[in-house]
């Protein structure tokens, strides 16, 4: 998954894929859990890895579609305290 990667968050791979933000080197309370499955995130399973990023609709868009990389995403979470 392309926001994984952008992230540099640190996978852990079983029956999901379940991926760890990691700050300063330190492992963050921000984690996601997807799906081996392929295609597009779609209905609610992007809406659960939306909140699990601590993320509103226009922000997650932002990471799916580029404008909003790691740097920008440390000051979102900072912001809301979870940093």
Known sequence: ???IRKLEMKT???RD???FFYYNGQK???FTRVSHTRGDLKG???SLIRQQ???DEGQFRDL???PLQRNGYVKILQEKCIL
Request: proline share 0%.
């Open 12 to 14: 852990r791979e079983g």
């Open 64 to 66: 799916i579609n580029c």
């Open 1 to 3: 998954m392309t926001i």
């Open 53 to 55: 990023l601590y993320v």
């Open 44 to 46: 609610k399973i992007s």
């Open 28 to 30: 963050t309370k921000v």
């Open 17 to 19: 894929t379940l991926a």
